[in-house]
C-alpha cells in the first residue's frame, strides 16, 4: 500500500487524485491540506480517514478540528501545518496540487524528508527551479509531473537519451478565445473567460489558459524539468487537445503522446511510474476525430506566452515578478475589479518596475512575490 500526501485535496487535481486513488484501492490517503474549504475537506477526511490534516486559513482549522473531533485525523493550521503535512514519516509521495507560490515551501521540506514529488504546481519550478532541482538531486528524489504537458514529454523520454532532444514541443488548446484579436478581448467578461473548449479546470488555471500565461509557465517549468534551454522549448496549438505535447531529437524523429483530455491518466502515470494501470474512460476514436490541426500561437494578441519567454531569458527574480503579477492580476480579474487585458497591463508593469536579482535565495524569492503584490496594489 503506497502511501501518499494531497496538498490543495479540494481543487481540481487534488479530487481527481483521490478519485484515481479510490478507483486503484491500494493508495492510503495519509495526509490532506487545503486552504479554507473545509467543507469539502471534511468529506474527504470521513472517506479517506488521513491521520493529518493540514488548512491554511487558522479559524477555518479551528472550525474543521470541532467538525471532525469524532475521527482520528489530527488537524493543523498554516504554513506550520503544510510543512508537517510535507515531511510526514510515514508518506512516500507528496501531490503538490495547491495553486501559486504557496506550494515551494512545503515542497521544498518533502524533498529534504525524502518524500518524491508528484507535481501539479507550477509556480515552484517557475519562480524558485535553480533551487528545487539541485535539491531533489541532492536528497535523491524522483519530481514526476503531473501537468498533462510536462507528463506528455516525460512519456515521450522514458527510454531515451537526454543528450539526443533537439527540442520539446508544447501544445496548446488556445484556450476560449482561439483566432480572435485584441479588439475583441477588450469586452470579453469573465463567464466568457471561464468557458475552456476542452478541459475542465479550476478558475484560476482557465483564466491562465485563455490568456496563454499558462502555457508560459508551462514553457518555464518544463525547462527545469527537462534540462532544456528555453530555445529549444516550442509551442503549437493543437486545437483538439489530443496531442498533449511532443518531443523532436537530433536525428528529426518526433515522439506525440495522445490520449483524451483527461486529467486523471497523468495523475495516475505519476503515482505509479513506471508502471502503467488501467484507467477506465474515455478512448480516442482515430476514425471519429478524422484530423488533428496544428496552428502558431498568436502571440501579438496573447502577450502572456512572450512575456513568460522574456522573464524566462532574463532569469533570476523576473519568473517570480511575472507569475506574482499575474497571481494578483487574476486573483482582481475574478473578482470582477479589473478587465481582461489588464491582466497584461499588470505584468508588464511589473517586470518593467523591477531590478533583476541574480540568483535569489528562497527569502529574496518570497520578499520579491510580496514587493509585487504591494507594488500592483498601490496603483492598481
Known amino acids: 500500500m503506497k502511501k501518499i500526501g494531497i496538498l490543495g485535496s479540494t481543487g481540481s487535481i487534488g479530487t481527481q487524485t483521490l478519485e484515481v486513488?479510490?478507483?486503484?484501492?491500494?493508495?492510503?490517503?495519509?495526509?490532506?491540506?487545503?486552504?479554507?474549504?473545509?467543507k469539502l475537506l471534511e468529506e474527504q477526511i470521513r472517506k479517506f480517514h488521513p491521520r493529518l490534516a493540514?488548512?491554511?486559513?487558522?479559524?477555518?482549522?479551528?472550525?474543521?478540528?470541532?467538525?471532525?473531533?469524532?475521527?482520528n485525523t489530527k488537524v493543523v493550521a498554516g504554513m506550520d501545518g503544510f510543512l508537517e503535512l510535507a515531511a510526514m514519516e510515514e508518506m512516500e509521495t507528496l501531490v503538490t496540487a495547491v495553486v501559486g507560490m504557496i506550494g515551494i515551501r512545503p515542497t521544498m521540506e518533502a524533498i529534504c524528508a525524502g518524500k518524491d514529488i508528484a507535481l501539479a504546481n507550477k509556480e515552484t519550478l517557475v519562480t524558485a527551479g535553480h533551487l528545487i532541482i539541485p535539491l531533489a538531486q541532492e536528497h535523491h528524489v524522483r519530481i514526476l509531473p503531473v501537468d498533462s504537458e510536462h507528463s506528455a514529454v516525460f512519456q515521450c523520454l522514458n527510454g531515451e537519451r537526454s543528450r539526443e532532444v533537439e527540442k520539446l514541443i508544447i501544445t496548446a488548446s488556445g484556450g476560449p478565445f482561439?483566432?480572435?484579436?485584441?479588439?475583441?478581448?477588450?469586452?470579453?467578461?469573465?463567464?466568457?473567460?471561464?468557458?475552456?473548449?476542452?478541459w475542465v479546470m479550476g478558475q484560476k488555471i482557465t483564466v491562465d489558459s485563455a490568456t496563454l500565461v499558462n502555457k508560459g509557465l508551462e514553457v518555464m517549468e518544463a525547462r527545469w524539468l527537462f534540462g532544456v534551454d528555453i530555445d529549444h522549448i516550442d509551442v503549437v496549438v493543437q486545437p483538439q487537445s489530443v496531442i498533449h505535447s511532443m518531443v523532436e531529437f537530433k536525428d528529426g524523429a518526433v515522439m506525440a503522446q495522445l490520449g483524451t483530455p483527461d486529467m486523471k491518466l497523468p495523475i495516475q502515470y505519476a503515482l505509479y511510474y513506471p508502471e502503467r494501470r488501467f484507467l477506465a474512460g474515455e478512448r480516442l476514436d482515430f476514425a471519429r476525430l478524422a484530423s488533428?490541426?496544428?496552428?502558431?500561437?498568436d502571440m501579438e494578441t496573447f502577450l502572456g506566452l512572450p512575456m513568460a519567454m522574456e522573464a524566462a531569458k532574463k532569469g533570476g527574480s523576473m519568473p517570480t515578478v511575472f507569475n506574482a503579477a499575474n497571481e494578483r492580476a487574476v486573483a482582481k480579474f475574478l473578482r470582477r475589479e479589473i478587465h481582461f487585458l489588464d491582466i497584461y497591463d499588470i505584468i508588464r508593469q511589473s517586470m518593467d518596475q523591477h531590478s533583476v536579482v541574480k540568483h535569489p535565495d528562497l527569502d529574496t524569492i518570497l520578499n520579491i512575490e510580496e514587493e509585487t503584490y504591494q507594488w500592483i496594489e498601490s496603483r492598481w
Do not use: C, W, Y
Open 292 to 297: 488533428i490541426s496544428f496552428e502558431a500561437p
Open 178 to 198: 482561439r483566432g480572435k484579436k485584441r479588439g475583441f478581448l477588450g469586452s470579453v467578461t469573465l463567464e466568457d473567460t471561464l468557458k475552456h473548449p476542452n
Open 54 to 71: 493540514a488548512v491554511m486559513d487558522e479559524k477555518a482549522a479551528g472550525e474543521l478540528a470541532v467538525k471532525i473531533q469524532d475521527t
Open 21 to 38: 486513488a479510490e478507483a486503484n484501492g491500494d493508495l492510503e490517503i495519509v495526509g490532506l491540506a487545503a486552504g479554507r474549504n473545509i
